[in-house]
């Protein structure tokens, strides 16, 4: 069985490479940001979240406030 995302995630980054996972949408809402932050904070593996939901986003950019 292939290794899941949170492993390879984990493993290149205490490979000492620098590790980017990029995705669309709101990630930690649909996109399992969490998961992925819980299973490499505790193994040394830097994090670093951000983003912003496009229920906040659109309207924003719409000039809704």
């Known amino acids: 069985m292939p290794a899941g995302v949170n492993e390879v995630l984990v493993e290149h980054a205490r490979a ?3 590790v980017v996972r990029l995705k669309g949408g ?17 193994r040394g593996a830097m994090h670093r ?9 659109v ?3 719409a000039g809704i406030r």
């Open 26 to 42: 709101d990630p930690y809402v649909f996109g399992r940001g969490y998961e992925e932050l819980e299973a490499c904070a505790p």
């Open 49 to 57: 979240g951000a983003g912003i939901s496009s229920s906040i986003a």
């Open 59 to 61: 309207p924003a950019l």
């Open 16 to 18: 000492g490479r620098f």
